[in-house]
């Protein structure tokens, strides 16, 4: 019980003490941290590359969560070239939390014919020595877009007051508890149940589409498309300057009669009425049972 007392007292002294870093806040941090990691793909490879940035928690979808470590440290090697840029990103004022997302091209061959187009969604996470690290790691495939995407970076919202959570194994527990509340509410209507959390900024990703921005298109395509969404939580966890978080699990979605399997991410941001929003969500395509 002394040790765990002492690690959340430690956990918190750190936290503190990353905040009073002048880049804690700036999301150039995580840009950075992306960059870098991109040059370490083309330095190294993809396997290589993964396993330097991994957060030992870490996880990839392949197609079910897996931990990064165990799954790039079980295969010889990943074929092809990897590149993708950040487009949206967001972290908290804490700066242990973040995340960007953008289009990639994977090509594993010569010609354009062998290229793969889509959009990644990477969570970060800081470690002990305030190092961004790779917690989660997901992606869409869709057709080659027709146009660049637009740019959304922002800081963490110097006017709001941070404050530091005192009970840091209880953090994420009003996060994991918004997260069933969204769950619930799909199985009333899915469309309201995105009209009441989704954030006006949000973006949707959805596998074959390109990432759809803002509340109200991402309600004309649940419309359009006709389809209807059931979850199920996973985990979940939030930055301790509780701004920011993050949530996974599983879900069906169902269009006509046709029901298909996917994993989601969701990445909550917090507004000035202290109303936890979606500002991202991901789907990852599972196969059928």
């Known amino acids: 019980m002394k040790n765990i007392l002492f690690a959340a007292v430690a956990l918190i002294g750190y936290t503190t003490s990353a905040l009073a870093q002048t880049n804690a806040g700036t999301v150039d941090k995580v840009i950075t941290a992306e960059e870098n990691f991109n040059k370490a793909v083309a330095k190294k490879g993809i396997k290589d590359a993964f396993l330097e940035v ?45 995340f960007t997302a953008g289009p990639y091209v ?7 014919d062998d290229k793969v187009f889509g959009d990644y969604v990477s969570i970060w996470r800081a470690d002990a020595d305030n190092k961004l690290k790779l917690l989660i790691d ?8 027709e146009q660049e995407a637009t740019t959304d970076f922002k800081d963490a919202d110097a006017t709001k007051k941070v404050e530091i959570t005192k009970d840091p194994f209880g953090a994420k527990g009003l996060i994991v508890g918004t997260d069933k509340d969204m769950n619930h509410s799909l199985t009333l209507s899915t469309f309201a149940a995105y009209k009441e959390f ?27 498309e006709a389809i209807t969404i059931s979850a199920e939580y996973v985990n979940a966890g939030r930055s301790l300057s509780n701004d920011l978080a993050y949530s996974y699990g599983r879900a069906r979605i169902k269009k006509g009669n046709i029901v298909s399997n996917y994993n989601y991410v969701r990445i909550w941001e917090l507004d000035k009425d ?16």
């Open 106 to 112: 994977y090509q594993n061959g010569k010609t354009d």
């Open 54 to 98: 991994a957060d030992p928690e870490g996880i990839v979808f392949k197609p079910n969560a897996v931990k990064i470590s165990d799954f790039y440290t079980g295969i010889q090697k990943q074929p092809g070239t990897l590149k993708w840029e950040p487009k949206f990103a967001r972290i908290a004022a804490a700066g242990d939390i973040a």
């Open 138 to 145: 997901l992606g869409i495939q869709h057709p080659e877009p």
């Open 198 to 224: 989704l954030s006006p900024e949000a973006r949707f990703y959805f596998p074959g589409f390109e990432p759809i921005t803002g509340k109200d298109k991402t309600l004309q395509f649940i419309e359009n």
């Open 274 to 289: 202290h109303k936890w929003n979606i500002l991202l969500e991901v789907f990852s395509s599972v196969e059928n049972e």
